[in-house]
Antibody
Framework: EAQLVESGGGSVQPGGSLSLSCAAS????????LNWVRQTPGKGLEWISY????????YHADSVKGRITVSRDNAKTSLYLQMTNLRAEDTAAYYC?????????????WGQGALVTVSS | DIQMTQSPSSLSASVGDRVTITCRAS??????LNWYQENSGKAPKLLIY???TLHSGVPSRFAGSGSGTYFTLTISNLQPEDFGTYYC?????????FGQGTKVEVK
């Protein structure tokens, strides 16, 4: 069964940084581009980052641009997110998502989410 | 950024009802519109992509239509497991953006 499992969430102070990992299993990891999507009660669902199958193309939302680094390791079937200079508005559940093979932007597999709380 | 607006924000329905949710884009997105279902605090699930294509395993009581700026999701013969929140999302251009959600509740 195809699966994505995030890890690394927790509580972070404003101005701090976070690192999340997403371990994939049950499918050919290198066949799919991937994303990070976050969800808050106030703003709802927000796509924040895309990475292509080989990692050569990366796009970010303006809300995180300059503060985010996304990478993947196809050998380890893992996706990574690092974010710096965290703000209260970065408090969210962070999901890694998989794109359909022929429809980038259609998220056909989601992880269970990693909760990040930015608070002093 | 393309704004996605769903209506209604919530609705009440009974098992067996037919339910329609609409989604409007602030500019044309051709048919690059996806629908997701979220329930019981779990991660959203893809229901429909490119406006009307049912994702694998999704029951045929779900149907999507539309193009350009106006889209609909119809659930026929509403089942108990269909109560939850539905989101539309455009995949026409990054940043890919979501609607605010429509909560389908038990009447």
């Amino acid at each position: 069964e195809a699966q994505l499992v995030e890890s690394g969430g927790g509580s972070v102070q404003p101005g701090g940084s976070l690192s999340l990992s997403c371990a994939a299993s049950g499918f050919t990891f290198s066949d799919h581009s991937l994303n990070w999507v976050r969800q808050t009660p106030g703003k709802g669902l927000e796509w924040i980052s895309y990475i292509s199958r080989d990692g050569s193309d990366i796009y970010h939302a303006d809300s995180v641009k300059g503060r985010i680094t996304v990478s993947r390791d196809n050998a380890k079937t893992s996706l990574y997110l690092q974010m710096t200079n965290l703000r209260a508005e970065d408090t969210a559940a962070y999901y890694c998502t998989r794109n359909l093979k022929d429809n980038s932007g259609s998220f056909d597999l989601w992880g269970q989410g990693a909760l990040v709380t930015v608070s002093s | 950024d393309i704004q996605m607006t769903q209506s209604p924000s919530s609705l009440s329905a009974s098992v067996g009802d037919r339910v329609t949710i609409t989604c409007r884009a602030s500019q044309s997105i051709m048919s690059y519109l996806n629908w997701y279902q979220e329930n019981s605090g779990k991660a959203p699930k893809l229901l429909i992509y490119v406006s009307s294509t049912l994702h694998s395993g999704v029951p045929s009581r779900f149907a999507g239509s539309g193009s350009g700026t106006y889209f609909t999701l119809t659930i026929s013969n509403l089942q108990p497991e269909d109560f939850g929140t539905y989101y539309c999302q455009q995949s026409y251009i990054t940043p890919w953006t979501f609607g605010q959600g429509t909560k389908v509740e038990v009447k």
